[in-house]
């Protein structure tokens, strides 16, 4: 479980976070909805310890990435914006060195990387180097890594860019695995297609501070509209910040 209250972070004269509060269940995907600019990155790396926050409390199974951020990155798997490929490597030695670095002996990353694989459809890149990937693909095995020490907790920012139809099945078969073993997942996105079809709870975030969180028919019935969209549009006041 994630707890986040209060947080506050700022980059100069920019308030970034001001106030962002709200709970993430095990077992659920939860959605962070927000506008450019929102701060969701910006939660998302304070959240792992990437960044100090200035104000507020945070709590990732108990544990607050500001005191053990080591122990919190054992349980956390994170995607971010900066994928982190090396181009010489081939999908296999990549995933290979990052089950390494995470403490995993050779036998289960090669059973890992198996499963990994499947779930997210990578057979035909597996032996491949990083050179000349696409951004799907980059995206896919960059995932990868990032399931690969079957972590309790997922950080995802914007998982879905770039991905084809047949990406984007495979990005929601890993997703509801995730979910039906119990862990917590994050999910920055600007998608609301992936919001309603993945989602659970969603967290609506404006200027740096959470203005909603609920599910996607909680958030409608809350509003009095009928769709996640419109919703989100009268929440945060803004257009800005959906793709359908
Ligand atoms: N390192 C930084 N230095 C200065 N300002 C920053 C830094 N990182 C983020 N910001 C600012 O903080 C605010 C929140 O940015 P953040 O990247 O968290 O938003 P976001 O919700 O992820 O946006 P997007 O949907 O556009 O990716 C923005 O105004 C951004 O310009």
């Known amino acids: 479980m994630i707890e986040v209250h209060d947080v506050r972070k700022q980059f100069g004269k920019v308030q970034a ?19 450019n600019g929102a701060g969701k990155t910006t939660l998302l790396r304070t959240l792992v310890g990437l960044l100090k926050r200035d104000h507020g409390h945070i709590a990732i199974d108990g544990v ?29 030695e990549y995933l290979t060195y990052f089950g390494e670095l995470n403490g995993m002996a ?17 057979d035909d890149i597996l032996e491949r180097r990083a050179k000349g990937f ?3 693909q980059r995206i896919k095995v960059a995932l990868a890594r ?13 998982p879905s860019r770039g991905l084809d139809v047949m990406s984007t099945r495979a990005l929601r078969r890993a997703l509801a695995a ?19 079809h993945s989602c659970d709870d969603v967290i ?12 996607p028919q909680a958030l409608c019935a809350r509003t009095g509209l009928e769709s996640l969209e419109d919703a989100f549009v009268s929440l945060v006041g803004t257009e800005e910040g959906i793709e359908l």
């Open 17 to 35: 976070l001001a106030g962002a509060t709200f709970t993430a269940a095990d077992g659920q995907i939860t959605a962070l909805l927000g506008p």
């Open 64 to 92: 607050d990435p500001a005191v053990d951020p080591m122990r919190v990155r054992r349980n956390i798997g994170v995607l971010t914006d900066q994928f982190g490929l090396y181009d010489r490597l081939s999908t296999r």
């Open 106 to 122: 050779r036998p289960a990353i090669s059973t890992r990387i198996a499963e990994v694989s499947e779930l997210l459809a990578l």
């Open 134 to 136: 696409s951004q799907g």
């Open 146 to 158: 990032t399931l690969l020490h079957r972590p309790r907790h997922l950080l995802l920012d914007e």
């Open 178 to 196: 995730l979910k039906a073993d119990g862990c917590c997942v994050i999910m920055a996105t600007h998608v609301m297609q992936e919001v309603i």
């Open 204 to 215: 609506v975030i404006a200027g740096g501070a959470t203005v909603a969180q609920g599910t």
